[in-house]
């Protein structure tokens, strides 16, 4: 090749390399300083998905800026307070991340990277929050102080969840294996929700459950009539509050604490529920839900039960009486919404659709409230007040540019 020629060709070369170039610089170029520290083009792109990969509610991008500006400042504090998170601690909080989801760590990062997410992405993002939860409690669980009286008013003041109503709304997100991840993440985004009118779009929107048309109200419930381990999450609420996740059989429940009061009259304690479940085959079929409503016409009661199921296989209905504590937290959540010979079709098993009906509650004497439950919610509550306060503090004071 002729010298000149040579020049020509390097010149076209870089020419050509140079718009690439510069647009790998830009993508990790500073967006955002923070104190100095930059928040990069790219961590913006890939926080954003994410968050899209969670179904997370809002914008992706400015959720991506509001969350990594503030870990930017949670991790200054941390460097300050010499707090590091172990590579094992942190293998160990992203397997657990994981298996939230269902999933183990491996399979969990290979459908992320489907979507364009880096592990480094995951690792950032847990790595901060592991952390910070651990240093609030560090720092304050020593100053956190839950008085007897604060239980007691917790407890509604006049003897627990016997004398207690609560108006809630509720949402059920499905989670089977492959989307619990992305339940998961979004069941997180929508607990931070304080609008009512938030909650009830995102449950039109997800909730799998028929008090979806009405944006997931429910009626005044005793407190009673829920499983005994959701009592103390459900009076350590505030209205307008939303609970932290709860993951039940294929799906996660979220709900949302509109008002609590006293009942005109308190029920006696439930000692014992009695139930009856008739198994429907084709779980998401049509046919599946005419037969259950075709069933739910034929029936009053759970002895008008045994006449459907007359000549079918023994094991299609199961009658049951238990004591509340019994009950798996999906099947326990259900029955808390029906009234005595009221029946509903939301829960599945085995591929079969479960017409799930309410014989009896049982009343027995009241045997007091579980104390601890409810003192460890208002502990978790006044460490959640006191991060809140302590990263508005950092935000105040920090150089956050542009």
């Not at 931070?192 to 109200?217: D, H, I, M, N």
């Not at 002895?303 to 509340?324: E, H, I, S, T």
Request: hydrophobic fraction near 45%; charge should be negative.
């Amino acid at each position: 090749m002729r010298a000149l020629d040579f020049v020509k060709a390097v010149a076209l070369a870089t020419a050509m390399a140079a718009p690439l170039g510069a647009a790998a610089q830009g993508m990790f170029a500073p967006a955002i300083t923070v104190n100095g520290s930059a928040v990069t083009n790219y961590e913006l792109d890939q926080r954003a998905k994410l968050l899209a990969a969670f179904n997370a509610p809002g914008d992706p991008a400015q959720e991506a800026r509001t969350q990594l500006v503030e870990e930017k400042l949670k991790l200054q504090e941390l460097t300050r307070a010499g707090m590091q998170l172990t590579d094992e601690g942190l293998e160990s909080a992203m397997a657990d991340f994981a298996q939230r989801a269902n999933q183990p760590l491996d399979a969990f990062l290979a459908q992320l990277a489907s979507q364009g997410i880096a592990r480094e992405t995951l690792r950032d993002f847990v790595k901060v929050n592991v952390s910070w939860r651990d240093y609030i409690r560090r720092r304050y669980n020593a100053q956190i102080n839950v008085t007897e009286a604060e239980i007691d008013a917790a407890l509604a003041r006049t003897g627990g969840p016997d004398s207690v109503e609560v108006l809630l709304s509720e949402i059920i997100i499905p989670a089977p294996p492959p989307r619990a991840a992305a339940a998961m993440a979004r069941a997180e985004a929508i607990s931070k929700l304080r609008s009512t009118a938030a909650f009830e779009a995102e449950a039109r929107a997800v909730s799998a459950l028929p008090s979806r048309e009405q944006g997931g109200r429910l009626e005044w419930r005793a407190l009673s009539d829920f499983p005994a381990g959701l009592h103390g999450l459900f009076l350590s609420l505030e209205p307008g509050e939303v609970s932290q996740p709860i993951p039940i059989t294929n799906g996660v429940a979220l709900f949302q604490l509109r008002d609590i009061r006293e009942a005109p009259q308190a029920p006696a304690e439930i000692a014992e529920i009695e139930y009856a479940q008739f198994a429907i085959p084709g779980a998401g079929t049509a046919e599946a839900l005419a037969e259950a409503q075709r069933v739910r016409g034929a029936v009053d009661t759970c002895d008008d039960l045994y006449g459907v199921a007359k000549g079918l296989p023994k094991d299609r209905l199961v009658r049951n009486a238990v004591a509340p504590a019994a009950l798996p937290r999906d099947l326990g959540l259900e029955l808390a919404r029906l009234d005595p010979n009221e029946a509903s079709w939301n829960l599945t098993q085995n591929g079969a659709l479960l017409f799930t009906m309410l014989c009896a509650r049982t009343p027995a004497a009241a045997e007091g409230s579980d104390r601890d439950a409810v003192r460890n919610q208002l502990v978790g509550q006044k460490l959640a007040a006191r991060a809140d306060i302590l990263l508005e503090e950092l935000r105040a004071q920090a150089r956050i540019a542009p």
